[in-house]
Antibody, heavy 119, light 110 residues
Framework: QVQLQESGPRLVKPSETLSLTCTVS????????WSWIRQPPGKTLEHIGY???????HYNPSLVSRVSMSVDTSNNRFSVRLSSATAADTAIYYC?????????????WGPGTLVTVSS | ESVVTQSPLSLPVTPGEPAAIYCRSS???????????LDWYLQKPGQSPQLLIH???IRASGVPDRFSGSGSGTDFTLKISRVEAEDVGIYYC????????FGQGTKVEI
C-alpha cells in the first residue's frame, strides 16, 4: 500500500522560504504525477502544483512566481519550496499522488502537516 | 482558471434518507475523450480527503455503491442514496484541469 509522509519545518518566519519534502513508501515514484495541496485553517483546498517523476512541473498561476518543485527518484521523494512566505501561507500542506489514468484523480494523500508562518 | 461552486454549503441529513450536493463549473469540464474532469472527495473529521468519484461518475475503488456521481459539462451532482452515520464530513468537488480548483466544501452533519 502506497503511503506518503510530509516532512519539514513547522514554523517559518515571514519573508523566508517554506520547504517541505514528501517521502513515498510502498511504491515507486516513477511514472506518476505528484502534487502539493494546501488548506488554510477553516478554508477550502488549494492546488499548489504538480510534478511528474521525470521532473516536468506545472504550478498554480497564483503562486508561480514563488513556487518550485523537484523530484528525487533515487530516494523516492519530491519537494516543494515557497519563497517570501507570509501569514497567508499558513496552512496544512498535503502531498498527494495522482492515479495513472483518465482524469488523473488523487488516489493517495499524506496525513498533512501544519506549517505556520510567524515571527 | 475554472471556478467551481458548490451548494449547499451546509447539509443536515437523516440516516437512511437520501442526500444530494451540487457543483457547477465556470467552464465545461467535458474532455474530447468523453471524460468529465470532475472529482468528488470526502474529508472526514481530522482526516485527509479521500477520493469518492472521479471523471464525474466513476466510483473509486472501495467506495460504497450508495454514492453516485452524475452530470456533464458544467453541472454535476453527488448523491448518497441512504446516508449513514459514517458519511459525515466535508464534501469537495474538484475540477481536474491542469491547475485543480476545489469547491468551497459542503459540510454534511446528522
Amino acid at each position: 500500500q502506497v503511503q506518503l509522509q510530509e516532512s519539514g519545518p513547522r514554523l517559518v518566519k515571514p519573508s523566508e522560504t517554506l520547504s517541505l519534502t514528501c517521502t513515498v513508501s510502498g511504491g515507486s515514484i516513477s511514472g506518476y504525477y505528484w502534487s502539493w495541496i494546501r488548506q488554510p485553517p477553516g478554508k477550502t483546498l488549494e492546488h499548489i502544483g504538480y510534478i511528474y517523476s521525470t521532473g516536468s512541473a506545472h504550478y498554480n498561476p497564483s503562486l508561480v512566481s514563488r513556487v518550485s518543485m523537484s523530484v528525487d527518484t533515487s530516494n523516492n521523494r519530491f519537494s516543494v519550496r515557497l519563497s517570501s512566505a507570509t501569514a497567508a501561507d499558513t496552512a496544512i500542506y498535503y502531498c498527494v499522488r495522482h492515479q495513472n489514468s483518465g482524469t488523473y484523480p488523487i488516489d493517495h494523500w499524506g496525513p498533512g502537516t501544519l506549517v505556520t508562518v510567524s515571527s | 482558471e475554472s471556478v467551481v461552486t458548490q451548494s449547499p454549503l451546509s447539509l443536515p441529513v437523516t440516516p437512511g434518507e437520501p442526500a444530494a450536493i451540487y457543483c457547477r463549473s465556470s467552464q465545461s469540464l467535458l474532455q474530447i475523450n468523453g471524460y468529465n474532469s470532475l472529482d468528488w472527495y470526502l474529508q472526514k473529521p481530522g482526516q485527509s480527503p479521500q477520493l469518492l468519484i472521479h471523471s464525474g461518475s466513476i466510483r473509486a475503488s472501495g467506495v460504497p455503491d450508495r454514492f453516485s456521481g452524475s452530470g456533464s459539462g458544467t453541472d454535476f451532482t453527488l448523491k448518497i442514496s441512504r446516508v449513514e452515520a459514517e458519511d459525515v464530513g466535508i464534501y469537495y468537488c474538484m475540477q481536474a484541469l491542469q491547475t485543480r480548483t476545489f469547491g468551497q466544501g459542503t459540510k454534511v452533519e446528522i
